[in-house]
């Protein structure tokens, strides 16, 4: 015998928006704490002109349980609303598109970052978070195309090439690009002369920084290796989540591909957020450092990370010393080996369209005792 089953069941009286979520699901905490928290530096942006806005309340929670149970993309969001039971009781079964969330998030991010610090200390308050966090970081692929990826010389070439075809092309352009989707250029790089505009922006930017790929849809994205083997312009989101509730304690996006440079300030965004740090750190090998190792230990934080490199040093794959293991000596433009001798600066290599490189050579490796741990050079 089965229960009955049928999708076009008809019902009495009205659902309550209530019955969508059960009493004790994290939607219903999060919904009651920003009931309760001061968004009145948000509310006094909107005017009492025009068409009447979604309440600033709705898009709090859509974004905020977002960050809670993981999903940052406001396209994502705007699906959950039409699909999933506790986006749609925080929404109060209203739909905003991905333009709105995204434009709230965007114009409000200082209040909204701060008043996710405080959905963060209720939970702490009310002993939904421990003392053990996670740290991870995603390459989350940014809003511009891989091929709009330039180096200084090409930049030149493409400001050329706009100049003389953007009067012609003005017009079909708006045709085709007028209201962008997930496959189309953003809107305001419809405009040839205003991309020329980003054009000069993100060469300066190129010529300023000497990076050696700057996206010109997006530039502050980074070209990065995703795990199946593609690059594309990204960022790199990291997440601090709690071991006992799996709350986001702390969140940051960075155009760093490596994650090497996070720990520390991942641990300063927790205690920023917590108010103490966190007592244990777990974390994957890339994550892995003797400087992160040194960091943690000094702050008396247990650390749960492999080593990236122990399995291939028990294989012979790989030198024992890495780069991690130099010191650098800013005042003194120089590193010092494990065997602490001095490795000054030699030369710089110019290359073009690319980064300069900088050399620094030790008189001392030929007699060194730790040089098969070193360096295969002969020298």
Known sequence: MFRKYDQKQQFLLPLNLEDFVPENHLARVLNDIVDVVDITAIESTYSKEGCPAYHPIILLKILLYGYLIGIRSSRKLQQMTQTDTAFMYLAAMQKPDFHTICRFRSTHLGPIKEIFSQVVTFCKEMDMIGSSISIDGTKIKANASSRQSKNSDSLEKEIDRILKE????????????????????????????????????????????????????????????????SKKPSYNCQVA?????????????????????????????????????????????????????????????????????????KEGKTRKFRKSLFKYDEEKDCYYCPAAFEIPFSRIQKRKGEPDLRYYVCSYCSQCVLKNACTESGK
Request: proline content about 4%; charged content about 40%.
């Open 166 to 229: 953007s009067i012609e092309t003005d017009k079909y352009e708006d045709e085709i690009y007028g209201d962008s989707t997930p496959y189309q250029i953003p809107e305001e790089l419809v405009d040839k002369k205003k991309r020329l505009e980003k054009i000069k922006n993100a060469k300066k930017k190129l010529d300023e920084e000497k990076l050696k790929k700057v996206n010109i849809t997006d530039n502050d994205a980074r070209i990065m290796k995703h795990k199946d083997g």
């Open 241 to 313: 989540v709690d071991e006992k509730e799996q709350i986001i304690v702390a969140a940051d996006v960075v155009n760093e591909e490596n994650d090497l440079h996070q720990v520390e300030p991942m641990i300063q965004n927790v205690k920023n957020t917590l108010g103490y740090k966190p007592t244990i750190v777990l974390a994957d090998a890339g994550y892995f450092s003797y400087e992160n190792l040194e960091f943690l230990q000094e702050e008396g934080i247990d650390a749960y990370i492999p080593d990236n490199f122990y399995k291939a040093e």
